[in-house]
């Protein structure tokens, strides 16, 4: 039984998966030996492209299938998916770093801290407004002690009371987690901790696809009415691509 799983959600992500999953077993060799057994699990989220067979080629121990196009379904697939105590979410685009999962997995172990996540950084020039969003939103992790879905790690026992990521919603579900985990765990004297050195990195893309405006848009949906985000039309930043793009 493995001790702990990364776990890797994936829609069309043919391009720039390989490099995450290499990346993501760096990680673990450079923790090997220190929290168990690792395992790492690709979850193909009714891709259109050759994302399960780069996950395959790549060397992951398992890919599994979430016909539904949803991340928080992925996620939550993945999770059933493993016997594993420690789970570590992170996105297709998102490359962790050695002493960024150590800290992760020793919060784990260490019985102070249920879940938590890491600082952002970009693998390229943003857009201002880019730049902003995730300034601010680093600011508010570090601050209010939310975690973003490219690099969540939790223990299964919070994970489950917390029923896990909220399907009824198509973004800002890593939200909505943060918030129900820290309920759970505020009797229990367990933290929230966010990691701030090394950041994880990952795709800045979406500065390049997507405008200033359809970025204000996703923001006040999940912050303003987030009602909305129950909408997967209103979310659809999040899940289409434009039809030429450069990664």
């Not at 770093?97 to 150590?102: D, G």
């Not at 950084?121 to 600011?139: A, C, F, H, K, Y």
């Amino acid at each position: 039984m493995p001790d702990y799983a990364i776990i890797i959600p994936a829609y069309n992500e043919e391009t720039l998966l390989a490099a995450t999953i290499t990346a993501a077993r760096e990680a673990m060799s450079g923790v090997a030996g220190e929290f168990g057994i690792g395992e790492l699990i690709v979850v193909d989220n009714n891709s259109t492209d050759s994302t399960a067979e780069v996950a395959r080629n790549a060397g992951v121990d398992r890919v599994v299938f979430e016909p539904h196009n949803q991340i928080a379904r992925a996620r939550n697939a993945g999770a059933e998916n493993t016997d594993a105590v420690h789970l570590v979410f992170i996105d297709a685009d998102t490359r962790v770093q050695t002493e960024t999962l150590r800290q992760a997995l020793a919060h784990l172990h260490s019985g102070e801290v249920a879940a938590g996540g890491a600082r952002i950084e970009m693998d390229q020039v943003v857009s201002p407004m880019v730049g902003l969003i995730l300034r601010s939103w680093n600011g508010i992790a570090a601050t209010f002690a939310y975690a973003a879905g490219s690099f969540f790690f939790v223990r299964r026992d919070a994970f489950e009371a917390a029923g896990g990521f909220d399907e009824a919603v198509y973004a800002g579900e890593e939200v909505w987690l943060a918030r129900r985990i820290k309920i759970w765990s505020k009797p229990k004297g367990l933290n929230f901790h966010i990691i701030s050195h090394p950041p994880v990195v990952t795709s800045g893309r979406k500065s390049d696809w997507f405008s200033t405006g359809d970025f204000v848009g996703q923001l006040a949906i999940i912050f303003l009415i987030p009602w909305a985000t129950r909408s997967r039309r209103l979310c659809a930043m999040w899940y289409r691509r434009p039809t030429k793009t450069v990664e």
